[in-house]
């Protein structure tokens, strides 16, 4: 890496994305810590191969407010140093081998707003309760970090009205979750899959866009469907989970939706005619319920679908002609 970096004082912002250099981080940011150090704003390097650990040479670019790392073959403990950098808004450093320690102290955190240490390493495997200080954090990425812990209660109050994306999926949490009608910026996005979630699904947010509670254990019906009223859902995954019941027919409360997955549960019932209100609908999955009586009419209204499976169910009579000449733009059916 050129040295001169570090002489560049008027440098505010420093791209180094995509590339295929074997550098080793420490020594990168010694090449930037001359002058460049102080004016630096955001350092944005992703998907390169740069090496070894976030050293405490970091503590030296105090005018950083985007530090994005994700995709390198960083690895060992970062530095607590980190934590130390007073305008600090946006953190990436996922798909990394990092270890993420509990900051020592909070004082200087109060200014994140993105927060992504997926597959990351956190210290624990307890829930992080430093997270829950992050009061404007908006973007919020724990995936597949190694948490085996309940979440606190407390956790779910932490950002009200300002959290826009949530991902807590491939962990080891359990327990159930709380009431989610609130607490989100519109077009937000939740992520809980693949965890151990467990009770009834709660009443969520008509300002979600995305909401994945897929390979969890929750139980009881999926009444809170009715309760999304003019909202921008257009992504609805509660596959393989122990949800019960008949599929409410009021799927026009959601007609934004393009994907559907109920599939491997044990829901019964015939098809509600208002799944023919879904006209954005791309992707619908109802694989392995108990699903029975004929397909309804209604369903060719959905044009725009892809993607149908509604095998291992109880479906009955002829398999509709619709089906070739409404849906002539489906690519996989079962």
């Excluded at 965890?195 to 929750?218: D, H, K």
């Excluded at 000449?325 to 996989?332: A, D, P």
Aim: hydrophobic share 35%; aromatic share 10%; glycine share 6%.
């Amino acid at each position: 890496m050129p040295k001169y970096l570090g002489n560049l004082c008027s440098l505010e912002r420093l791209e180094f994305n995509n590339n295929s250099a074997v550098v080793k981080f420490p020594d990168f940011l010694h090449n930037l810590s001359g002058c460049a150090a102080l004016t630096l704003q955001g350092l944005f390097a992703r998907e390169n191969k740069f090496t070894g650990s976030l050293s405490d040479e970091i503590q030296k670019f105090s005018s950083l407010k985007y530090l994005y790392l994700s995709r390198n073959h960083l690895n060992g403990s970062i530095s607590e140093k980190l934590w130390d950098l007073p305008r600090l808004e946006y953190l990436d450093l996922s798909f990394n081998n990092l270890t993420v320690p509990s900051p020592y102290h909070l004082s200087n955190l109060s200014n994140l707003q993105l927060v992504d240490l997926r597959s990351c390493k956190l210290v624990g495997p307890r829930f992080p309760k430093w997270i829950q200080k992050l009061k404007n954090v908006t973007r919020l990425d724990l995936s597949n970090t190694g948490i085996s812990d309940t979440t606190p209660l407390e956790f779910w109050d932490m950002s009200p009205s300002f959290l826009g994306n949530l991902n807590l999926s491939s962990n080891d949490i359990s327990g159930t979750v709380p009431d989610l009608s609130s607490n989100f910026a519109n077009d937000s996005e939740i992520d809980l899959s693949s965890n151990r979630f467990s009770g009834p699904i709660p009443n969520v947010s008509s300002s979600l866009s995305s909401l994945n509670l897929s390979r969890n254990n929750f139980t009881g019906g999926i009444s809170f469907i009715c309760q999304i009223v003019d909202g921008f859902l257009s992504f609805l995954d509660l596959s393989h989970n122990s949800l019960i019941g008949q599929l409410p027919d009021c799927l026009w409360h959601i007609k934004h939706l393009e994907v559907l997955n109920l599939g491997h549960n044990n829901l019964f019932g015939r098809i509600p005619p208002s799944v023919g209100s879904l006209i954005e609908l791309k992707v619908l999955y109802l694989y392995e319920n108990d699903f029975s009586g004929e397909l309804p009419l209604s369903l060719k209204n959905c044009t725009s679908l892809k993607s149908l499976n509604l095998g291992a169910n109880k479906f009955s009579r002829n398999v509709p002609v619709w089906i070739g000449e409404n849906l002539s733009g489906c690519m996989f059916l079962s």
